[in-house]
């Protein structure tokens, strides 16, 4: 709750008014298109994805991208994927919770570093015409000698971003209504920060 999924919904009214196709893999199953139309987007022009699989999903987004650009060469594309941190491997997925055979360390890592390659491999296909929007978890490492955060998935996703804003809630907005608090939003902080990727 710091905004990443807001901070989503606004890329895609912005993509969408510029005539670029929107394409959600909505990993968490918690896109609000209500919300999103009331932004002035359009949720039926969406190409929508739905799954917390992370290969299934990867492979979805593939074959999305090349179907809009076999129609449109000249299309342009956003691709959401809302969140990587909310995506699991196919292992974890199948996997029995009294199973004793546990799924393979890093197995979800490994997975989201696949995506990740595929996207550059679309991203080099077709040369300045994707943009990705990708949210993540930073949780807090917990443990013996351990200090700092940690982001779920691995370093695979900061490793190919050219632009990371990491978001922090510092303060939820309530006010009372018939004598109870309602939430009424959030006051977050934006921090950008410019990888080795970037050219701006």
Not at 33 to 61: A, C, F, S
Not at 90 to 107: F, I, M, S, V, Y
Not at 162 to 168: C, M
């Amino acid at each position: 709750d710091s905004g990443k999924s807001t901070l989503a919904a606004e890329l895609m009214v912005a993509a969408q008014k510029a005539q670029a196709q929107v394409i959600v893999w909505d990993s968490e199953d918690k896109i609000d298109v209500g919300r999103l139309q009331t932004m002035g987007g359009k949720p039926e022009d969406l190409l929508l994805i739905k799954t917390n699989e992370i290969l299934r999903g990867g492979e979805m987004l593939r074959k999305f991208v090349i179907a809009v650009k076999d129609q449109d060469p000249q299309a342009k594309i956003l691709l959401v994927w809302d969140s990587a941190g909310g995506s699991q491997s196919r292992t974890h997925a199948e996997r029995e919770l009294d199973n004793e055979k546990h799924a393979q360390p890093g197995q979800d890592a490994k997975e989201i570093g696949s995506v990740m390659k595929m996207l550059v491999a679309l991203i080099n296909k077709y040369p300045d015409s994707i943009a990705i929007y990708i949210a993540n978890q930073v949780y807090a490492k917990i443990g013996f000698m351990m200090k700092g955060d940690a982001a779920s998935g691995g370093s695979k996703l900061e490793f190919h971003s050219s632009y990371i804003v990491f978001l922090k809630r510092i303060k939820v907005l309530t006010k009372q209504v018939k004598g109870a608090e309602v939430k009424t939003g959030i006051i977050t902080r934006a921090s950008v920060y410019k990888n080795h990727l970037s050219r701006g």
